[in-house]
């Protein structure tokens, strides 16, 4: 059951155009989201979070977008440069006792020079 | 600030053997996370930590997967025995409070092969 889901596995963007990466989420308790950046052999990190209370958040290049209705957020990079060629994974978290994180598969994305 | 330490980075081990991982994290932080990462899949919870107690081990095959945080600073993770279907990258990740709104660090994963 995979709750959240990022159905285009690879995405190849010119350098100074704008990449979207998008997520879908099933899970209505989800109230915070995040994104995380992977280069390889490396860990993942935090890239940028939205709350559910909000519809956008923007820092710097990246802008993160959440329609709630739609159960669905996009990451925005705007110009995309070669060093955003990375994994993009977006997270979800439904908060209980404690917080619940899951993960989306991920979105390679490869921004060409 | 030194990141969260895992080692070793690679792994090859045979169906059946025992490994075992080993996580370092951040000074001061006192929640621990291990995720597996099997290779075109996002990272899955294994087992999280406060300080020394489980918060979370509901997806840790327990028959064969163990964790321990001992003094809730530093963290090991076995298995045993291994199968072909644990092969993946194991990541320990930490932050200094439980909550995702303050932000995981994620060390930079020990990649295990079975074979």
């Known amino acids: 059951d995979q709750q959240v889901k990022q159905n285009s596995p690879s995405l190849s963007v010119q350098e100074g155009r704008i990449s979207i990466l998008n997520c879908d989420y099933t899970n209505s308790m989800f109230d915070y989201f995040l994104w995380y950046k992977k280069y390889p052999a490396e860990g993942p990190t935090f890239l940028i979070s939205?709350?559910?209370?909000?519809d956008k958040n923007e820092d710097g290049r990246f802008t993160v977008f959440l329609n709630k209705s739609a159960k669905h957020l996009s990451l925005h990079i705007v110009p995309s440069q070669p060093g955003d060629s990375a994994v993009y994974f977006c997270?979800?978290?439904?908060?209980?006792?404690?917080?619940?994180?899951?993960f989306g598969p991920g979105t390679s994305l490869s921004v060409i020079p | 600030e030194a990141g969260v330490a895992q080692s070793p980075r690679y792994k090859i081990i045979e169906k059946r053997q025992s490994v075992a991982f080993w996580c370092n994290p951040i000074?001061?932080?006192?929640?621990l996370y291990w995720y597996q990462q099997i290779l075109g899949q996002g990272p899955k919870l294994l087992i999280q930590?406060?300080?020394?107690?489980?918060?979370?081990d509901s997806q840790l095959p327990k028959d064969r997967f163990s964790a321990e945080r001992l003094k809730g600073v530093d963290s090991t993770l076995k298995i045993q025995p291994a199968k072909l279907e644990d092969s993946a990258v194991y990541l320990c990740?930490?932050?200094?409070?439980?909550?995702?709104?303050?932000?995981?660090?994620f060390g930079s994963g020990t990649r295990l092969t079975v074979v």
């Open positions: 000074s001061g932080h006192a929640t």
């Open positions: 990740a930490s932050s200094l409070r439980q909550g995702a709104d303050y932000g995981y660090t």
């Open positions: 930590f406060q300080n020394n107690g489980v918060v979370d």
């Open positions: 939205i709350s559910s209370i909000k």
């Open positions: 997270a979800a978290r439904m908060k209980t006792s404690y917080d619940k994180v899951i």
